[in-house]
C-alpha cells in the first residue's frame, strides 16, 4: 500500500515583491476533510504568471503561485472517495462558489466568487499543494508529468475552439498568436478535423514549429501585409486570437469570412480601439464575436478536462515540442527570465521536482 512520511516543511517559491521570488522553507500545507495533498512533480509558468512575479500583479504577499501542475496524492482527508494515496494527478485550480447564480446555471468560469490555486490561495510551485478532491483529475500512470502539468492550457485551447461552436468540415481557420495557446489551439483545431489552418506570428520559429504539425500556411506578420494577404487569398470562417496585441484585436476582424465566427482567447494588455469601418465588418457580415474564458463546463470541471487528458494520452495533441526549458525549484527567477528572453525561444518553461 502506497504510504510517505508527509515533512512539517517544505521547499517553496515564495513571491515576496516584485522579482522577488525566493526559495525557502515553508510549512506543508494542511489539509481538511475534502482535500487532498499533492507532491508536485511539475509546474509550469503561465503567461499570467509573470505579472504575478516579475511585476508583483498579486493579491497578497507572500504567496506562491503556480496553477499548471502534475503529481502524486499523498494525503487524503477523512471525506475524500474519488481519490486515493499513490494515484498520479493533475487538477483543474478554479475554486468556484457552487452557489451564485453563474455556479447553479452550470457555468463554474463565470462565478461571482471564487478562489483559484496559484492566484488567490497558494500554489503549486512547491513541493507540495492542497487541492479540493473535486478538482483532481486522475492521470495514466504511464503519462509523464511534465506533459501531464500541460493539461491545464490544454483545456484552455479546447474551450477556446469550441466557442466557435460546431466546426464545419472543409473550413479554414485563422490562428493568430503562436504562442504555448496558439499551438495547442492548432493541434486540437486539427484534431477536430480542421484541415485548412493559417497561423499568424513574428517568430519564424514558432511558425516553423506549426508547419511542421500540419498548418496549411504560415504568414510573419513582421514581413507580410496581413490584410493584403487575406484579400487577396480569401478569407477565413474562423478567426482565433491568442496573443492578446490590442492591435491584432482590431485586424483580425478584417480576417473573417461575412457570417463567420471571431474568438478572442488573448486576454487584452492595453486598450483595445476598433475602427468605426471594422466595428462595422461585424453589423454588416453579421459575425459571430465571443470571447473564451478560462477551461470550465458542467459537470465540474468539465468535459474540456476529460478531453484534454485523452488527448495527450492518445497522442492526439503532441506536448513535447511546447516544454522548450526544464528548471528545478531551486533555479526561482531564471525560470522566468528564460521565459521572457526571446532569444532562448520559450514556449512551456517548467519547473520539474526530483522523484
Request: proline letters at 5%.
Amino acid at each position: 500500500m502506497f504510504q510517505e512520511k508527509i515533512p512539517a516543511q517544505m521547499k517553496a517559491l515564495v513571491v515576496e515583491g516584485p522579482q522577488k521570488l525566493i526559495y525557502k522553507d515553508v510549512p506543508v500545507p494542511r489539509i481538511n476533510a475534502d482535500e487532498v495533498l499533492v507532491r508536485v512533480k511539475a509546474c509550469g509558468i503561465c503567461g499570467s504568471d509573470i505579472a504575478r512575479v516579475r511585476d508583483g500583479g498579486v493579491h497578497f504577499f507572500p504567496i506562491i503561485v503556480g496553477h499548471e501542475f502534475s503529481g502524486v496524492v499523498v494525503q487524503t482527508g477523512n471525506n475524500v472517495k474519488n481519490v486515493s494515496l499513490g494515484d498520479h494527478v493533475s487538477a483543474a485550480p478554479l475554486l468556484p462558489c457552487g452557489s451564485c447564480e453563474s455556479c447553479l446555471s452550470g457555468h463554474p468560469a463565470m462565478c461571482n466568487s471564487y478562489s483559484f490555486i496559484g492566484s488567490r490561495q497558494n500554489g503549486a510551485m512547491a513541493e507540495y499543494v492542497a487541492v479540493p478532491s473535486k478538482n483532481i483529475l486522475q492521470l495514466p500512470k504511464d503519462m509523464e508529468f511534465d506533459k501531464a502539468a500541460c493539461i491545464e492550457p490544454l483545456t484552455v485551447a479546447i474551450h477556446g475552439v469550441e466557442r466557435a461552436g460546431l466546426l464545419r468540415s472543409g473550413s479554414s481557420a485563422v490562428v493568430y498568436g503562436c504562442g504555448t495557446i496558439g499551438v495547442l489551439t492548432v493541434q486540437c483545431l486539427l484534431a477536430k478535423g480542421i484541415k485548412k489552418i493559417i497561423a499568424i506570428d513574428i517568430d519564424e520559429h514558432k511558425l516553423q514549429l506549426v508547419k511542421n504539425m500540419g498548418v496549411n500556411d504560415i504568414i510573419n506578420s513582421s514581413k507580410i501585409d496581413v490584410e493584403k494577404y487575406f484579400q487577396e487569398e480569401g478569407k477565413a470562417d474562423y478567426v482565433y486570437e491568442t496573443a492578446g496585441v490590442n492591435s491584432l484585436q482590431s485586424q483580425i476582424l478584417k480576417l473573417v469570412k461575412k457570417n463567420g465566427r471571431v474568438v478572442y482567447i488573448g486576454t487584452a494588455q492595453k486598450d483595445v480601439t476598433i475602427p468605426a469601418k471594422s466595428f462595422e465588418l461585424i453589423l454588416r457580415g453579421e459575425l459571430n464575436v465571443t470571447g473564451s474564458w478560462m477551461s470550465y463546463s458542467s459537470p465540474f470541471p468539465g468535459k474540456e478536462w476529460r478531453a484534454a487528458i485523452e488527448y495527450l494520452n492518445s497522442e492526439i495533441v503532441d506536448v513535447s515540442k511546447i516544454i522548450t526549458h526544464r528548471f528545478p525549484l531551486e533555479a526561482g527567477y531564471e525560470a522566468f527570465l528564460t521565459m521572457l528572453d526571446k532569444d532562448k525561444r520559450p514556449l512551456k518553461v517548467m519547473y520539474c521536482l526530483p522523484n
